[in-house]
């Protein structure tokens, strides 16, 4: 054998023996998440063990919450779509105006709060499916499920920057970056076992609580929070936070003066963003514009609900002139701030371009328990929908530490294209209809896909955001989430009645179009993506992740 032949062996050989050490390393990375659960600090407990619950109640409330609405309360299926827009759109802008209520009150006031509010708005949901108060967008269930759901929206977006703030505080230089891990995972993990809780208790529960048994899940998820709550007040105690408090100070004196030094300049690199004189702007335009987009909005929803007499033309004109009102709101907000980020054409166009593929997101509540439920009726796959809705949050819990193993030197770029595209093209999977094996392909593929791309998505904000406007620019990133979740859900209710009729109809679902549909929306986001490459990367020094 000649030289290059044996050179080619090492070669492949380190190659085998490298890609096996990322594999290992992958797995102990895994490992050194869940043992950092369990030697966390006390304090850090008493918001982990109720990060579990609320995953646990969250997504498992959202798996059911469309068949509630539909058989329960009497609404469409466009309807139901319209509540959970509210819901989901809403924790977003309650995120962004009680973000700050916990440095206000302290992490253990806000989270206790929160659960509060949490059992009041699920007691009221439960309360909503136990007695008879008739049917309808107009009834009194109706009126008391929103006001539940209101609540719930309102203390989420108390809860999770509180839960955050609360990690930031228990963990030092060493901790925080699991701290972090363990925090993200758990709730993936809680809502994994939703899909096991739910239809155990639904099919027991049918005769107690008609026409389905949701009732139930309701209550017993209600009586979660109630756990949640106890353990809260039980471990986060006065006495535990300034325990975890003076050992985070501990670490911090421990890791010496050089990450001292490096906080000081990040904060006075912080310092210089904020101008010595805020500069008035004139909001009058926009006010009025923001106005006459909510009242074309609601014109609009009034017109489908028969609420308010006009042709049915009228209630898409209505549509048109509430987006391009809402626009014009948006141009003139960003005209009159030179400095704000969406001034950056790179950034805009990254963060936009990603909200196709992001509906997929979306659906994992929005479509798939009612594909699911309705596809499969009869099945076992319909018959324990939740589970089978549930299972890229546990996918997700095991293949990120993976995947970040193995890509942890690619490019990112490259990696936000390859990740959407595979996250993308398994639901072409789904348009050939309804086959379990290639529902459970598609779940595979397309969780591996998010696990690739969607940790690169912040990472590419925080590399393309000028020095001193990280913060600034990570905080408006997040924007088009809020709007991924409000216009999926304000269409989806039409897709799922069309496509995917309720079984009693006798209609046949069409399915396979449906998600051969959705499949087209979302590779939008790669193929803009590839064609960007040159312009995203031009004038920037794209570098590797170490």
Known sequence: MDDNGKDGMEQEEQTDQSLEKIIRDAFRELGQTLVAFFKAPKALWGINVPYVIEGLVYFGILTILGKFCSENVGLTDEQAGWVYSGVTGG???????????SDKIGVRKA?????????????????????????????????????????????????????????????????AAMGYAVIYGLMNLGAFFSGFISPFVRHRAVSIFPPNGLAAVFWVYTGFVAVALLITVTILTRKTDKAAVARVEEEKQESGGEEGEKQEDEIQDDGKTEPANKIH????????????????????????????????????????????????????????????????????????????????????????????????????????????????????????????????????????????????????????????????????????????????????????????????YMGIGQFPWFLTKMITGMYSGYFVATYLPKPETGEATRSGTLWLIYALIALISPIALVFAKGWMNRGMQTRAVK
């Open 91 to 101: 924790i977003t802008l309650a995120m962004l105006f009680l973000g700050g209520v």
């Open 111 to 175: 989270l206790v709060l929160s659960f509060v509010m949490f059992l009041l708005g699920r007691g009221l949901i439960a309360f909503s499916g136990t007695m008879d108060f008739g049917q309808g967008i107009l009834s009194p269930m109706f009126f008391i499920m929103a006001s539940g759901l209101l609540i719930m929206v309102l203390a989420y977006g108390l809860f999770q920057p509180a839960a955050y703030a609360g990690v930031k505080r228990y963990t030092g230089p060493k901790t």
């Open 281 to 472: 702007v004139d909001n009058r335009l926009l006010y009025l514009l923001v106005l006459l987009a909510v009242g074309a909005l609601a014109a609009g929803i009034a017109i489908s609900n028969g609420r308010l007499s006009g042709n049915p033309w009228m209630k898409y004109l209505a549509y048109v002139l509430a987006t391009v009102l809402s626009l014009g709101a948006a141009a003139d907000y960003i005209y009159r701030r030179p400095e704000h980020p969406f001034r950056d054409s790179r950034f805009t166009f990254f963060i936009f371009v990603l909200i196709p593929v992001q509906t997929l997101f979306a659906h994992n509540w929005l479509t798939l328990p009612y594909y699911l439920d309705r596809a499969f009726h009869g099945q076992v796959v319909g018959d324990y929908f939740e589970f089978f809705s549930n299972l890229n949050p546990i996918l997700i819990f095991v293949l990120a530490p993976l995947v970040a193993g193995l890509t942890a030197k690619a490019n990112v770029y490259k990696m936000m294209i390859y990740g959407t595209f595979v996250m993308a093209l398994p639901t072409l999977l789904l348009a050939v209809g309804p086959n379990v094996y290639l529902f459970l392909t598609y779940v595979l593929f397309m969780s591996i896909g998010e696990a690739m791309w969607q940790p690169r998505f912040l990472q590419w904000i925080a590399e393309i955001a000028p020095k001193g406007k990280t913060g600034v």
